[in-house]
């Protein structure tokens, strides 16, 4: 179980503990000498006392108790009998503080108890959610930051291959046509990125409106304009 710490000897002596997950033990000199459990654990405690106005009731005492982290050789160790001696302490704390408390103020101090118990769980619950909206927040940067990656490779690649198309094409296109220039084949392509951008405006749903040359002679400045564009942006 997740929550249960192994306690690991080697040739009779504490060694390490070992949390839940993969454990590697030599089987000639290491064994598992006892598990704790970490979880939260309750222990009912029934103990008979008298008042100050001689009255006697019955006690019953819920104590919740877990192991802390870093002090499971301690737990193992140091206590014989964990439940015994936490109901013998109990046991001298009731029956010392009872008998100075009169009745009706015995319940008084019991809603007073039920409350502090009330705030303490409170307080646990604040913890774990805030931990927990921790959790949330640094997995959602993580899984944004790694989107954010892919989609940057994604881009590169895409451009990546654009390069290498236009290269083969002006490649091609310069093989098959003699005298052709390299600059001429990028300013046609470019001029057929263009009408292909005119013809998917012209086809979308948006109602937007755009003047262009009607003359088939201004293709030619068109053109030129492009070509002239690209420039600037580069320098």
Known sequence: HEKNVAIIESWGAFDRTAEAGLVCLNPI?????????????????????????????????????????????????????PHQQIRAYIFDVVRSTVPQIEL???FLVKEKMNEINAAQRLRVAATDKAEAEKIMIVKSAEADAESKYLTGVGIAR?????VNGLRDSVVAFSSEIPNSKAQDVMDMMMLTQYFDMLKEVGTSGRQTTIFVPENPGAMATVAKEIHNGFLISES
């Open 29 to 81: 000199s290491e064994v598992i000498a006892a598990t704790i459990s970490k979880r939260v654990q309750q222990l009912d405690v029934s103990c008979e006392t008298k008042t100050a106005d001689h009255v006697s009731i019955t006690v019953v005492v819920s104590v919740q108790y877990e192991v802390l982290q870093g002090s499971e050789k301690e737990a193992n160790y140091s206590l014989t009998d």
């Open 158 to 162: 895409q451009r990546q291959a654009i």
């Open 104 to 106: 009706d103020n015995v």
